[in-house]
């Protein structure tokens, strides 16, 4: 599990967590607006897409270890080319490569590995720990990198120039291309050849009978994933459940994605200067791990689903506290606790939202295939979500923007709300 954990986050550093946690600094170093950026991401979007399609069936098919080392191997060459720092035109077709470097062979992949990895009774905690443990790998790195600034800025930050940012951005780019590489070398030594047979562990108490059936099944999911039914599959996507999954994940990496608005909000509403909009944009990626792996713990005495209707409640509230202003007036302490309450539903939910699909009783020979099926829908948020909270917020924006920014994204966890009820009304129903 240490090693998916790792791989798990080390490929998302470069596209994802950069921009998240350093995304201030981003802006001034590339000279480019979060309109811009949600543009670039579009192009990361777009790939992923046809990618998550495809990736489910290449993950029924081959083994996980040499899929992920790879994938991460590719992802880290392009950290290279961005070192450089290109111009907006390049970045685009940057982030369209990792769009397929990042999914294609990876991401069906590690989910299926994680669901192997747990049992029926564990799914909670296996995708908790997955995500939480990401979560904590990735605000460790981000910890490590938001230090960097500290080597290049002057002590009076209003004196920073514009190679200072530079120089800064290619040492952290440099700083997290190098954590992938060392990371693609210890999951290709360190992830089993076969992923059935040496990432599920059996309990002790497992009697020998029950150990035949399991390699029974085991075997003749291996020989499904290469000769499955296509009819299958697409049935089973039909149906109501896996419509609401894919709803629920729509939402809830709708919410995962205006996490990188958080830093730049502290740095344009709160007036933080760029240091102190790292730092904070940090704490929120320690909340990752917290939330995840905590709810997930709690998911496998609960139900996922029924802790999903609990996170998008605290994302639906957070988020019209927000967007009305009702704090507003208050000291900032008290937008700061609207944040964390944001971010705990959200985090909650990155820990669930795959866990529940035990509770649609998928076929686990089928698991890469419907999540990468799904994942096209769920995943949507790549393509769009960027470019909404970048033309929304526009160039200079002010607290009125980022007030119709939560005000209109009000609208997902609601939606992710009622979609978690419906898929709960089918699951009873099967």
Request: with cysteine; hydrophobic share 50%; glycine share 8%.
């Given at each position: 599990?240490?090693?998916?954990i790792?791989?798990?986050?080390?490929?998302?550093l470069?596209?994802?967590?950069?921009?998240?946690?350093?995304k201030?600094?981003?802006?001034?170093?590339?000279?480019?607006?979060?309109a811009?950026?949600?543009e670039?991401?579009?192009?990361?979007?777009?790939?992923?897409?046809?990618?998550?399609?495809?990736?489910?069936?290449?993950?029924?098919?081959?083994?996980?270890?040499k899929?992920?080392?790879i994938?991460?191997?590719?992802?880290?060459l392009?950290g290279?080319?961005?070192?450089?720092?290109?111009s907006?035109?390049?970045?685009k077709?940057?982030?369209?490569f990792?769009?397929?470097?990042?999914?294609?062979l990876?991401?069906?992949?590690?989910?299926?590995?994680?669901?192997?990895?747990?049992?029926?009774?564990?799914?909670?905690?296996?995708?908790?720990?997955?995500?939480?443990?990401?979560?904590?790998f990735?605000?460790?790195?981000?910890?490590?990198?938001?230090?960097?600034?500290?080597l290049?800025?002057?002590?009076d930050?209003?004196?920073?120039?514009?190679?200072?940012?530079?120089v800064?951005?290619?040492?952290i780019?440099?700083?997290?291309?190098?954590?992938?590489l060392?990371?693609?070398?210890?999951?290709?030594?360190?992830i089993?050849?076969?992923?059935?047979?040496?990432?599920?562990?059996?309990?002790?108490?497992?009697?020998?009978?029950?150990?035949e059936?399991?390699?029974?099944?085991?075997?003749?999911?291996?020989?499904?994933?290469?000769?499955?039914?296509?009819?299958?599959?697409?049935?089973?996507?039909?149906?109501p459940?896996?419509?609401?999954?894919?709803l629920?994940?729509?939402?809830?990496?709708?919410?995962?994605?205006?996490?990188?608005?958080?830093?730049?909000?502290?740095?344009?509403?709160?007036?933080?200067?760029?240091?102190?909009?790292?730092?904070?944009g940090?704490?929120?990626?320690?909340?990752?791990?917290?939330a995840?792996?905590?709810?997930?713990?709690?998911?496998?005495?609960?139900?996922?689903?029924?802790?999903?209707?609990?996170?998008?409640?605290?994302?639906?509230?957070?988020?019209?506290?927000l967007?009305?202003?009702?704090?507003?007036?208050q000291?900032?302490?008290?937008?700061?606790?609207?944040?964390?309450?944001?971010?705990i539903?959200?985090?909650?939910?990155r820990?669930?939202?795959?866990?529940?699909?035990?509770?649609a009783?998928?076929?686990k020979?089928?698991?890469?295939?419907?999540?990468?099926?799904?994942?096209v829908?769920g995943?949507t948020?790549d393509?769009?979500?960027?470019?909404?909270?970048?033309?929304?917020?526009?160039?200079?924006?002010?607290?009125?923007?980022?007030?119709?920014?939560?005000?209109?994204?009000?609208?997902?966890?609601?939606?992710g709300?009622?979609?978690?009820?419906?898929?709960?009304?089918?699951?009873?129903?099967?």
């Amino acid at each position: 599990m240490f090693a998916l954990i790792v791989a798990g986050e080390a490929i998302f550093l470069l596209p994802f967590i950069l921009i998240r946690v350093f995304k201030p600094i981003i802006r001034e170093a590339f000279l480019v607006s979060d309109a811009q950026l949600g543009e670039v991401q579009a192009f990361y979007g777009i790939t992923a897409l046809i990618s998550y399609f495809f990736g489910g069936f290449i993950a029924d098919r081959w083994e996980a270890r040499k899929l992920i080392a790879i994938s991460i191997f590719c992802t880290a060459l392009g950290g290279i080319w961005m070192m450089t720092i290109p111009s907006v035109f390049a970045l685009k077709f940057l982030y369209g490569f990792w769009g397929v470097s990042t999914i294609l062979l990876f991401w069906a992949a590690l989910i299926k590995a994680t669901r192997d990895w747990g049992d029926t009774h564990t799914q909670g905690i296996s995708f908790g720990l997955l995500d939480g443990g990401r979560g904590a790998f990735a605000a460790l790195i981000a910890t490590f990198g938001s230090f960097i600034p500290l080597l290049f800025f002057p002590e009076d930050m209003s004196t920073v120039t514009h190679a200072d940012k530079v120089v800064t951005m290619q040492y952290i780019i440099g700083f997290m291309t190098f954590i992938a590489l060392l990371v693609a070398v210890f999951v290709w030594k360190a992830i089993p050849n076969s992923t059935h047979d040496s990432l599920s562990f059996p309990s002790n108490r497992e009697s020998t009978h029950q150990k035949e059936m399991d390699s029974h099944v085991r075997e003749n999911d291996t020989k499904t994933s290469v000769h499955f039914d296509a009819r299958q599959v697409f049935s089973l996507l039909t149906k109501p459940k896996i419509i609401f999954h894919s709803l629920i994940i729509v939402c809830a990496y709708s919410a995962y994605k205006l996490t990188g608005t958080y830093a730049t909000y502290a740095k344009d509403v709160w007036g933080f200067n760029l240091q102190e909009a790292s730092y904070f944009g940090v704490t929120v990626q320690w909340m990752r791990p917290i939330a995840a792996i905590t709810i997930g713990w709690i998911a496998d005495k609960y139900m996922a689903s029924k802790l999903s209707l609990v996170s998008f409640s605290l994302m639906t509230l957070a988020s019209l506290i927000l967007g009305f202003g009702w704090f507003e007036h208050q000291a900032i302490g008290f937008s700061m606790a609207t944040f964390f309450m944001m971010v705990i539903g959200t985090y909650s939910l990155r820990g669930l939202y795959f866990a529940i699909i035990e509770e649609a009783k998928t076929p686990k020979n089928l698991t890469g295939t419907v999540v990468g099926i799904i994942s096209v829908v769920g995943f949507t948020p790549d393509i769009f979500m960027s470019l909404l909270s970048g033309y929304m917020l526009g160039k200079n924006p002010t607290i009125v923007e980022y007030q119709n920014l939560f005000q209109l994204f009000a609208l997902f966890p609601l939606v992710g709300l009622l979609a978690t009820i419906g898929f709960r009304r089918m699951i009873k129903n099967f």
